[in-house]
């Protein structure tokens, strides 16, 4: 079974419509696949119906933006949780209209020195969706002031940029909780991945393991390998599962559906473990 528990719609910062993304998932040869959205459930009805119509497994879940006291971004994936649990969903409220107001701030900055609107970022936000830097950056691609994403990240939008504004993110640690507390699984997205900016400290593992922590994202292609084998070695001692995704965005990132993938039996430790939805996978039982 090819399972990848990491993926993104145009509801968040993915360029394809939930139910596209399963379409490529089954295209990509997966028999099992996860919406993760960033902050937000509003895909999974969608992407749910498709699967259901495709025959594809689907497990609902979202990535959950965090961030520690000193200030390092943290992301956590939640499978199966409730989508309406009125704790975790006031975190991510907060948090998602923090994001407006920080991505307001930084399209101010940005027009003092590029053609670039308000107006021109917010044509490149699907329904709902949970508005971030990858639509400015989109935004400066149709501008032609860079080629991708990924030039955009890689100077303008970087975190060193003069652009660059910070926004309210929960503790991870919190989040964790939370989302037990709404009947889901939580995992540590691509914990040390160091391409990417700061990485946390064994001490944040051990606060997020001892608010209930469920698994680590080893497998993924911004893990360094000596960072996935330290993973697998402190998910070993503290008895978490190990999952492996590919973070997939379409064609907002080079991320390929299926470059790396979870074990079957993991898969049943989550859906084991989940009770706030529910998962689908053909031939069986709804699970979760």
């Known amino acids: 079974m090819r399972i ?56 609902p879940g979202m990535e959950i933006s965090c961030r520690t006291g000193d200030g390092i971004s ?20 907060k948090a998602r209209e923090a994001r407006v107001t920080r991505a307001e701030r930084m399209v101010e900055l940005l027009a003092e020195d590029f053609p670039i609107t308000w107006e021109d970022v917010h044509a490149h936000v699907g329904h709902g969706a949970t508005i971030g830097r990858p639509h400015i950056a989109d935004a400066l691609v149709a501008a032609g002031i860079v080629a991708d994403r990924s030039e955009a990240f890689a100077n303008i939008l970087t975190s060193h940029s003069r652009y660059y504004v910070t926004h309210y993110a929960p503790d991870p640690a919190l989040v964790v909780g ?89 898969l049943y430790r989550i859906l084991e473990q989940g009770t706030g939805a529910e998962a689908f996978l053909p031939g069986r039982a709804a699970a979760g």
């Open 4 to 59: 990848d528990l990491h993926t993104h719609s145009r509801v968040s910062d993915g360029t394809e419509p939930p139910a596209d993304v399963i379409r490529a998932a089954i295209d990509a040869g997966l028999d099992v696949v996860a919406l993760t959205d960033h902050d937000t459930t509003a895909g999974w009805a969608d992407a749910g119906a498709a699967a259901r119509e495709l025959g594809i497994g689907f497990v």
């Open 178 to 266: 939370m989302v037990r507390q709404a009947g889901g699984v939580p995992v540590f997205a691509h914990p040390v991945a160091s391409s990417r900016g700061r990485v946390v400290g064994e001490e944040v593992f051990r606060r997020m393991v001892d608010a209930g922590l469920a698994g680590v994202e080893a497998d993924h292609r911004d893990n360094p390998p000596e960072g996935q084998a330290w993973l697998r070695r402190f998910a070993a001692e503290h008895s978490l599962f190990v999952t492996g995704s590919s973070d997939y965005h379409g064609t907002g990132k080079p991320n390929r559906l299926g470059e790396n993938t979870t074990a079957e039996a993991v």
């Open 74 to 93: 943290v992301h956590v994936l939640a499978y199966l949780q409730d989508p309406h649990h009125p704790g975790l969903l006031a975190e991510i409220s």
